[in-house]
């Protein structure tokens, strides 16, 4: 049966910027969520010091919970070949850091989708950089994952593998047991395209899925698209939503799942509107789970 974690959407400045919310405020939080697991996020403030992962792992297991994911942005599709060795050194760093917390999962993304960037070329230095981390994970038992990716909270362009095609042809580069999808069905939405049609192309290499429910505050994706590159962060008409509630099937990506075997985590993306809708959330999915995972 599936499992379920919780990553803090809506505290993500408060954690990673300014420093409002300590990690022990978030864990404490996250305990009364009835989740298994808590989703880390490699830019937490407090991650800097490394004294305090161990320290902040045991507080997770100590309220019954672990910390099966680490969620990490490297950038590796910038022109530059030193910068991108710095990017995979990055992740490398990442891996010890999931590996001290106890994860078993390590996301990679591709990197930003730059203007002066061809296919080709983003595809090949995203491939390159993925396969340069795996003899590092594989010695730590660290699967890393590839998230259909929109777009980092502190990114300017949006992902280049954002698109199926593209995305799809940079996971069948890359043919390793280490290594798989972290399928997350709203951000193919934002890419204009059907969560179910990307989903059974990579379903048989999914090792962990994002769950949310996005929908546009006013506008269309075109609008979203015209605004989206060159800019911090998220578009301001782009919203989470409650699990359930939005653009997304959970019955067919469910059965989708349940058919090739899945078994394994669910991160929680939501509650951009407080830990009352991120329970609510997390209540939907533990009601879909029982019945696509019966016991």
């Not at 850091?97 to 989708?113: F, P």
């Not at 067919?252 to 991120?278: C, H, N, P, Y």
């Amino acid at each position: 049966m599936p499992k379920l974690a919780a990553f803090p959407k809506a505290f993500m400045t408060a954690l990673c910027k300014t420093g409002e919310m300590s990690l022990a405020q978030w864990i404490d939080l996250a305990s009364d969520l009835e989740v298994d697991g808590l989703e880390w996020y490699a830019g937490f403030l407090e991650m800097e010091d490394r004294t305090q992962w161990e320290p902040l792992r045991r507080h997770v297991e100590s309220k019954d919970m672990v910390i099966p994911m680490l969620c990490c942005s490297p950038d590796f599709t910038h022109p530059d070949a030193g910068y991108r060795e710095a990017e995979i050194e990055k992740e490398k760093q990442w891996i010890d850091m999931a590996t001290a917390l106890g994860a078993s999962y390590c996301r990679v993304l591709s990197g930003q989708r730059r203007p002066e960037l061809s296919r080709e070329e983003g595809i090949r230095y995203a491939a390159d950089s993925i396969k340069a981390c795996l003899p590092h994970a594989r010695e730590r038992g660290v699967t890393l994952i590839l998230e259909n990716h929109y777009k980092d909270d502190f990114w300017d362009y949006p992902e280049f593998a954002q698109m199926a095609d593209v995305f799809c042809d940079l996971v069948a580069a890359i043919d390793d047991p280490h290594f798989g999808v972290n399928y997350d069905p709203s951000n193919t939405i934002l890419a204009g395209e059907d969560p179910l049609d990307l989903l059974l192309r990579v379903s048989h290499r999914v090792k962990t899925m994002h769950a949310s429910d996005r929908y546009l505050s006013e506008g269309t994706i075109e609008d979203l698209r015209r605004e989206e590159a060159g800019v911090e962060g998220y578009a301001k008409r782009l919203r989470h939503g409650q699990i359930g509630e939005g653009l997304n099937d959970y019955d067919a990506i469910f059965t989708e799942l349940k058919r090739v075997g899945f078994d394994s985590w669910i991160s929680i993306e939501d509650g951009v509107d407080g830990m009352d809708q991120l329970a609510r959330s997390a209540e939907f999915l533990r009601r879909k789970i029982a019945t696509y995972w019966p016991q």
